[in-house]
Nanobody
């Protein structure tokens, strides 16, 4: 049973950068895909980016060109590199793992990102 734990959140100034980590207790290859979501206060949780097991990626329009999703197989960790951060990026960021077939998704507990001057 794989568990996911996010880390790396914090307070950054507009235009700054931050790298989030999602550490898996098991092999990340067990997932069909992994993704990042975020939820700002008073708003619905939204999809940010995902990476399939083969390495292909996709990004939400709001972050494309600024965020990059990646993984380190040896460390069983997925990353979200966030550059040119904006106040609108302020949210709790969540990691999700999707298993092959009809199994339930796995979620981390989230890490807070605050972009403010």
């Amino acid at each position: 049973q794989v568990q996911l734990v996010e880390s790396g959140g914090g307070l950054v100034q507009p235009g700054g950068s931050l790298r989030l980590s999602c550490a898996a207790s098991g092999n990340i290859f067990s997932f069909y895909a992994m993704a990042w979501y975020r939820q700002a206060p008073g708003k619905q949780r939204e999809w940010v980016a995902h990476m399939r097991s083969g390495g292909s990626t996709n990004y939400a329009d709001s972050v494309r060109g600024r965020f990059t999703i990646s993984r380190d197989n040896a460390k069983n960790t997925m990353y979200l590199q966030m550059n040119s951060l904006k106040p609108e990026d302020t949210a709790v960021y969540y990691c999700k793992g999707v298993v092959a077939g009809a199994g339930p998704d796995y979620w981390g507990q989230g890490t807070q990102v605050t972009v403010s001057s």
